[in-house]
Structures are given as structure tokens and as C-alpha cells.
């Protein structure tokens, strides 16, 4: 089965430090989210990109959040410096248009501690 | 502001009798409505969807009803096994915005044996 990667499964840091997260979308797949799992907040939408452009990325808190895409097979969302509040669980998800017939394929997600 | 609500933290169901999932939403504009299951510790995979052209789409034990004018859709599994305890999450998206998915914030179901 085609599948999503996420690297690292998880990352526990000092607060101030630079955490870079890393997700290999599937071969083929020209659109690219980054959400947020917080216990209060569910799933929270970061950025996106379709065709490694990024479309919306309103989510995100812009001085300390960034998302890119390198290249079609690497998509990567930095945070410096990270805080405490940070810790969460990062899902990137992939897929192809809007997705609308079978939705988006999700990762297994990276699991921050910011200590 | 929340767009996608459900309301329900948690649902617990006996096996073999019906879950019913609820989801509201407050954006007109949202013209396609996709169920969500996660287990712990994995990523969510995507169940089921329905365009806001129908009011009702159904994949084996799982249905999906979209009532437009009140804003509101329902999962219902039947019969519900103990392997469908996950956690539930309804998203909706909008043409207009590129496929972007707005998510509520999860219903845990646990069915029992």
C-alpha cells in the first residue's frame, strides 16, 4: 500500500530549538497538507500546498512556523524557536486534486514534546 | 470560530447495535463532507464522503446522511463491532477554497461486547 512518511516519528526538545519535520508524500499525489492535533482543538489546519505551491497557510503562526516543498517528494515545516504550547502531534496528508472521492492519505504523524 | 462541530466528546454503544456520529457545520459554502477514523497512535484514514448534491451515501455498514438545511450530517455504523472503537472526525471543504479540509474536533466511540 502507498503510504505517507513522516520523519521523525518522535521529537522531544528544549524549548528555544529549531524542530524540523519531515513528510514524503505519495508518488503522484500534487497536493500536501500539514495539520495539528491538539486535545482542545482536534485537527487544525497549518498549510497546504497543491503543485508545491502553497495555497493557504493562514494557520500557521507566522513568526515562528514555516512550510515548504523542496522538491514533488519532500515537504518539510520548520518551527524557531519551538515553545512548550508547540507540543502537539504534526499530521501531513497527501493527495491528489481536492481529493474529494477517497478523501486525503494521512501519515502516522510526529509527535512533538517541547520541554 | 469552530466551522465543524461535534458536539459529542464520546459515544459508547453495545456491539451489534447502531452508532450515530453527529457533525454541524456553519459555512454554507462547504459542498463536500468527508468521515475520518483514527486509532491511536496513527494517522486518520479517510471512511466515507458525500457531496452536498445528496442527502445520502452508503459503503457497507456505514452511511453518511447530509441534511443541508440544517447544516448537519450523522455517521451511523450498523451493526457496530468492537473494531470500529476509534476515534470519529467529520471534515468539510469548499470548492471555491482548493479542496481545503476544516476538521471538527473528534468523537471518541467505544462499543462494547
Known amino acids: 500500500d502507498a503510504r505517507v512518511t513522516q520523519t521523525p516519528r518522535h521529537k522531544v526538545t528544549e524549548m528555544g530549538q529549531e524542530v524540523t519535520m519531515r513528510c514524503q508524500p505519495i508518488l503522484g499525489h500534487n497536493t500536501v497538507f500539514w495539520y495539528r492535533q491538539t486535545m482542545m482543538q482536534g485537527l487544525e489546519l497549518l498549510a497546504y500546498f497543491r503543485n508545491r505551491a502553497p495555497l493557504d497557510d493562514s494557520g500557521m503562526p507566522k513568526d515562528r512556523f514555516s512550510a515548504e516543498m523542496p522538491d514533488a517528494t519532500l515537504a518539510t515545516l520548520k518551527i524557531q524557536p519551538s515553545e512548550p504550547r508547540d507540543s502537539a502531534v504534526y499530521f501531513c496528508?497527501?493527495?491528489?486534486?481536492?481529493?474529494?472521492?477517497?478523501?486525503?492519505?494521512f501519515g502516522s504523524g510526529t509527535r512533538l514534546t517541547v520541554v | 470560530d469552530q466551522q465543524v462541530k461535534q458536539n459529542s466528546p464520546s459515544l459508547s454503544v453495545q456491539e451489534g447495535r447502531i452508532s450515530i456520529l453527529n457533525c454541524d457545520y456553519t459555512n454554507s459554502m462547504f459542498d463536500y463532507f468527508l468521515w475520518y477514523k483514527k486509532y491511536p497512535a496513527e494517522g486518520p484514514t479517510f471512511l466515507i464522503s458525500i457531496s452536498s448534491i445528496k442527502d445520502k451515501n452508503e459503503d457497507g455498514r456505514f452511511t453518511v446522511f447530509l441534511n443541508k438545511s440544517a447544516k448537519h450530517l450523522s455517521l451511523h455504523i450498523v451493526p457496530s463491532q468492537p473494531g470500529d472503537s476509534a476515534v470519529y472526525f467529520c471534515a468539510a471543504s469548499a470548492g471555491f477554497q482548493g479542496g481545503k479540509l476544516i476538521f471538527g474536533q473528534g468523537t471518541e466511540l467505544s462499543v462494547k461486547p
Open positions: 496528508a497527501s493527495g491528489l486534486g481536492q481529493g474529494r472521492d477517497y478523501g486525503y492519505t
